[in-house]
Nanobody, 122 residues
Framework: QVHLVESGGGLVQAGGSLRLSCVVS????????MGWFRQAPGKEREFVAA?????DSTYYADSVKGRFTISRDNAVYLQMNSLKPEDTAVYYC??????????????????WGQGTQVTVSS
């Protein structure tokens, strides 16, 4: 019943920007944590960013810190600036209905979107 739908992916040049969006529908606890993960071909899915239910705390992977910003209102967003070719991956929106936040754990996230492709050219 809970569905997450990502959008906003695309092809950009290195140094460019992209903004991903994720819309959540269905029944979910109000105090849920939202996160972004990504998976490059042949690699494990990795954590990118998370934001708690009240939107007063965020956490970022070191690889994106200072370049990416996660935010939320009626949806959750990932503003990606200064993109690098190494950022190329399928980006997934995820939700932890129990509001867990620290540390970010993939297995804590109960719901996942289908992903949106981000490709950064050199």
């Amino acid at each position: 019943q809970v569905h997450l739908v990502e959008s906003g992916g695309g092809l950009v040049q290195a140094g460019g920007s992209l903004r991903l969006s994720c819309v959540v529908s269905g029944r979910i606890f109000s105090r849920h944590t939202m996160g972004w993960f990504r998976q490059a071909p042949g690699k494990e899915r990795e954590f990118v960013a998370a934001i708690n239910w009240s939107a007063d705390s965020t956490y970022y992977a070191d690889s994106v810190k200072g370049r990416f910003t996660i935010s939320r209102d009626n949806a959750v967003y990932l503003q990606m600036n200064s993109l690098k070719p190494e950022d190329t991956a399928v980006y997934y929106c995820a939700a932890d209905q129990y509001g867990r936040f620290w540390p970010p754990r993939i297995d804590d996230y109960n719901y996942w979107g289908q992903g949106t492709q981000v490709t950064v050219s050199s």
